[in-house]
């Protein structure tokens, strides 16, 4: 089991920057991969980005590419999304989630097995 809570979340400005974290427990945090997901209003949940569990690889949505970051301090047990130059569409309740290690990052949502309970990133235009 890992049990995951997001936090960082807040209001900004078009243009602005945001760092996301996230604090793990449970199972040894270095034998995860790690994802970002976000789901805005009436949207389905979709991918941001992803690491893999020594923090070597990383993949981001093309949306987010330029923009955001993905890294992870595995002696504090933490993830983080650093999102720079925001934009309106970004709002959404972002969640990270873990998986056991893979040879490939994965995208899809239904292959995460643990998942935060969310922040909220809203962005004003």
């Known amino acids: 089991q890992v049990q995951l809570v997001e936090s960082g979340g807040g209001l900004v400005q078009a243009g602005g920057s945001l760092r996301l974290s996230c604090a793990a427990s449970?199972?040894?945090?270095?034998?995860?991969?790690m994802g970002w997901f976000r789901q805005a209003p009436g949207k389905e949940r979709e991918f941001v980005a992803a690491?893999?569990?020594?923090?070597?690889?990383?993949y981001l949505a093309d949306s987010v590419k330029g923009r955001f970051t993905i890294s992870r301090d595995n002696a504090k047990n933490t993830v983080y999304l650093q999102m720079n130059n925001l934009k309106p569409e970004d709002t959404a309740v972002y969640y990270c989630?873990?998986?056991?290690?893979?040879?490939?990052?994965?995208?899809?949502?239904?292959?995460?097995?643990?998942w935060g309970q969310g922040t909220q990133v809203t962005v004003s235009s």
């Open positions: 690491i893999n569990w020594g923090g070597g690889r990383i």
């Open positions: 989630a873990a998986r056991k290690p893979t040879a490939v990052l994965l995208t899809p949502t239904s292959r995460y097995d643990y």
């Open positions: 449970g199972r040894t945090f270095s034998n995860v991969d």
